[in-house]
């Protein structure tokens, strides 16, 4: 599997007629972007903002970052599977990129319904919040979309998402043709046996616990949200988006997922420093002990059958989900794979253990701070001038929402940071000490 | 303890575990339908107090899958 | 020219140097120079400090005559007013750790900082670590150089009323505190180069080591489960319908309580759980199956259990922090245990 990656990176948006790329600078033709949204008569309302790195913006609330990529040739299409997509395996000949940019899903709709689960991020393009996430560095491409009310959550949800891929679909559609500044070929090719072979082991969320559904919107493995045994991917198929849709931190993204540095860096680094064997990507929220036993034991040996003697593991969920990402770690451990698991962290008050299960095994951990806000000193965060989104939100987490009369804020005013950070891919450097 | 994740309980302090079905639905099983739902339910609390009365030195899994029919009368 | 910094230095009857083993019951002793290895620690602080006294105390003595020697080595720091205690390195010898700990643990109560050194595993560790600033050695004395270089920068670090920086890069064992801050490197790349470093056979840290969760001693069992009574717990979030006393649905604060002795089993339509850690809706539709009343109370009519606990004990589980769940639980058992509960089943979600 060749794929071929041309990059077209964005120093500038501007809205204006005609939608194109030169030199860095994105012109979007607003009303021609929005005519393929618009056509969906189950979509109430949409429309573009632009919010760019540094100003004083704030969006809220987010649902998803997308990054523009489309095939130029090759089979299937980027960000396959979703509604009708096509499910051909991607991650051969050439994708198109935008970089520098993000489409950012804005909409009231929450993942569903059960209960648990509320959307709960936004994205401040400066201050000390943007100081801590990727998104404040690129310029986001706001969708601002709704529903029309009357629909079954799966299908709101199906619809919001289904207009930014529409949306992303039809800005890196400008860069489709043209010849990119940037090429990088990606390609697993041989290298020598001398170097250890690695896999990569991607937990991602599944909503099927929460919501009882199969069908529930969030993370999809070609567009399949459900608990399903773990995938092996090409790293190609997820630089194709095969890995996408987002869960609930600014860092489970669809792009963040895309721009993953743990897996670009092992990527680039093959042939090298490692052969790096493929990536296990192991849906998370099993909701029995055998069930999460089993799919650790299977994951570690997927790794082995590939030959792996190293493995890198990530999440990006928390609580109960931990008990299979660490019995994974466990798993390949005994299997004789050297692996490192890279997590936040728990609460570490009252000096208690801030990891929720004590494994051995597991000693070779990397830090990125803990999850929850309340511990990353980042204080209240000033207000901004302008808001792209919604000029309200409840009080603190949104799960205090569910509370009736839970006291609105204005979401552009003073307002501490969304509860969680969660640096699932270790794109920055906070982590913590023990003192 | 009755836990369907049993496995935390055991390695983070508690000593008598008893292993749930599901954690949507620890004592029973609604899939199962009313009378079978009742009769697990009801196996895994004889099972929790067969554990009460079991001594142990650390912690332990107690299964109801070992627990057998009995009478609901004491003996 | 500045006040020069005064150390103490406690050390156990070997390493002062007046005997082994049979002057373990040697009493405490103040001596106004250095002795044995307190000769050491004063090479190891060079100029940057003066070594004004060695208080000596043999380990059995600490350990027999408990009262009467913290008594004298809190008077001997009262009078000698150091401006930091040096105590070990106590290696593994466990009551000499131990001692180590509670001296430095004396210290601190008069003002004086203080720090040990002692082998990771040396029991005075695990009794100590959380309040005493503890220099990890070697397991014998052979490492008695190597540990003696961070302990008198740490010293004079203290002495000096300095703010101390985290656990990995002063050199001492981690006391249990966890903060944020940033490292040099983004994680992506410190995740790398771990990988490589493990695999390569080369030397890394885990940024996180590994802590053994505290293990608790089995409550003796049941004898006879007819004079039995049994309360019913859940993490699980279950609340009489409509939340009546806002319970929150998550990180709890409190418990709650609820009376169940007119119940025969819980009804849909009367219960819901509040909690966003688990799809609900099933509990919803049968609450027993977070609190088992339908089952105990046909168990308590067959004469299986002599009764169950007239109220029933909740919280929302989920997001809650281990320090918070231990006080929760503490409250709940002492609340159970004044009322004379003889057990009770905790069901968690």
Request: net charge negative; charged share 20%.
């Amino acid at each position: 599997m060749r794929l071929e990656l041309g990059t077209f990176p964005v120093s500038e948006v501007r809205f204006g007629q005609g939608t194109r790329w030169q030199d860095g600078v994105l012109t979007i033709d607003r009303e021609a972007v929005l005519r393929a949204v618009h056509d969906d008569p189950l979509v109430a309302t949409a429309s573009l903002e632009i919010a760019r790195p540094g100003e004083s913006v704030r969006i809220w609330p987010v649902r998803d970052v997308v990054e523009p990529r489309i095939k130029v040739n090759g089979p299937g299409v980027t960000y396959p599977g979703w509604f009708g997509r096509s499910i051909e395996t991607v991650g051969q000949g050439r994708t198109h990129r935008l970089s520098g940019i993000g489409v950012t899903e804005v909409s009231s709709v929450n993942w569903h319904d059960a209960g648990g689960d509320f959307v709960d991020e936004f994205i401040d393009m400066s201050g000390p919040w943007a100081d801590l996430i990727p998104q404040s560095e690129i310029v986001n491409v706001c969708l601002v979309v709704e529903p029309e009310p009357a629909l079954a959550i799966q299908t709101k949800n199906e619809v919001v998402h289904r207009a930014t891929l529409a949306i992303s679909d039809a800005l890196a559609a400008a860069v489709r043709d043209l010849t990119p500044p940037q090429i990088e070929v990606f390609e697993l090719s041989p290298a020598p046996a001398s170097l250890p072979g690695v896999v990569y082991i991607q937990c991602v969320h599944s909503p099927q616990a929460m919501s009882h559904s199969e069908h529930t919107f969030c993370t999809g493995t070609y567009g399949l949200t459900r608990l399903t045994p773990p995938w092996l991917l090409h790293p190609n198929e997820i630089l194709d988006g095969a890995l996408s849709g987002p869960y609930r931190t600014l860092f489970a993204t669809s792009w963040t997922v895309v721009n993953n540095p743990i897996l670009l860096d092992l990527y680039r680094r093959h042939g090298r420093d490692v052969r790096l064997l493929g990536v296990i990507a192991f849906r998370t929220e099993w909701t029995t002990q055998t069930e999460k036993d089993l799919m650790a034991e299977q994951a570690a040996k997927l790794a082995q059958m590939l030959g792996a003697q190293g493995a890198i593991v990530t999440w990006d969920a928390g609580g109960n989900e931990y008990i299979e990402v660490v019995h994974t770690v466990r798993a390949c451990e005994r299997l004789g794979i050297k692996t490192v698991f890279l997590t936040s962290e728990d609460s570490p008050e009252g000096g208690a253990p801030s990891l929720l299960k004590p494994v051995p095994e597991a000693d070779a951990i990397v830090t990125t701070g803990f999850f929850n806000t309340r511990y990353l000193e980042i204080g209240t965060l000033p207000a901004v001038e302008r808001i792209i989104g919604y000029g309200e939100k409840a009080a603190g987490r949104a799960v205090d929402a569910t509370v009736v009369g839970a006291p609105l804020v204005d979401s552009a005013g003073a307002i501490p940071p969304p509860w969680r950070h969660d640096d699932h891919y270790g794109f920055t450097r906070l982590s913590s000490f023990a003192f | 303890m009755i836990s369907a994740i049993y496995d935390l309980a055991l390695t983070t302090g508690a000593n008598r575990v008893v292993r749930g079905c599901r954690i949507e639905h620890v004592c029973g099983n609604p899939d199962l339908g009313p009378d079978k739902d009742h009769e697990y339910g009801l196996r895994i609390i004889r099972t929790a107090l067969r554990a009460l009365g079991t001594k142990v030195s650390g912690p332990t899994l107690f299964d109801p899958s070992e627990e057998t029919v009995e009478a609901a009368h004491a003996s | 020219m500045p006040k020069p910094i005064r150390v103490v230095h406690y050390l156990n009857q070997f390493f002062a140097g007046i005997g082994g083993e049979a002057s373990a019951n040697a009493p405490v002793t103040v001596r106004h120079e250095a002795l044995g290895a307190a000769r050491a620690l004063q090479a190891a602080l060079r100029d940057d400090a003066t070594l004004a006294a060695t208080i000596v105390c043999g380990d059995n003595f600490f350990h027999d005559e408990h009262e009467r020697a913290r008594s004298e080595v809190r008077e001997a720091l009262r009078i000698l007013r150091p401006d930091v205690l040096v105590a070990g390195p106590a290696f593994e010898a466990g009551r000499y750790g131990i001692a180590c700990g509670e001296v430095c643990r004396l210290a601190a109560a008069e003002g004086v900082p203080a720090v040990a050194a002692m082998h990771p595993s040396n029991p005075g560790v695990l009794m100590h670590r959380r309040e005493v600033l503890i220099v990890p050695t070697a397991a014998s004395a052979a490492g008695m150089q190597e540990a003696l270089a961070p302990l008198a920068r740490l010293a004079l670090k203290l002495a000096r009323g300095e703010a101390l920086g985290s656990a990995e890069s002063e050199g001492y064992l981690p006391r249990g505190v966890r903060k944020v801050g940033f490292r040099a490197e983004p994680g992506y790349r410190r995740a790398i180069d771990m990988l490589l470093a493990k695999l390569g056979g080369r030397p890394y840290v885990s940024e996180i080591p590994y802590q053994a969760a505290e293990m608790v001693e089995p409550a003796s069992p049941i004898t006879d489960l007819r004079r039995l009574s049994l309360a019913l717990v859940t993490t699980g979030g279950l609340v009489p319908i409509g939340n009546p006393d806002g319970q929150t649905s998550g990180n709890a604060q409190k418990y709650f309580r609820y009376p169940i002795d007119q119940l025969q089993s819980l009804r849909p339509g009367e219960w819901e759980a509040y909690h966003v850690g688990y799809f609900t809706h099933l509990v919803n539709k049968n609450p027993n199956y977070v609190l088992p009343l339908g089952y105990m109370r046909e168990l308590e009519q067959a004469g299986v259990i002599g009764s169950v606990h007239p109220y029933a004990y909740t919280l929302p589980g989920v997001s809650t922090s281990v320090a918070q769940s231990e006080m929760l639980g503490r409250g709940i058992a002492a609340q159970l245990r004044e009322a004379k509960v003889g057990a009770c089943l905790l069901v968690s979600t």
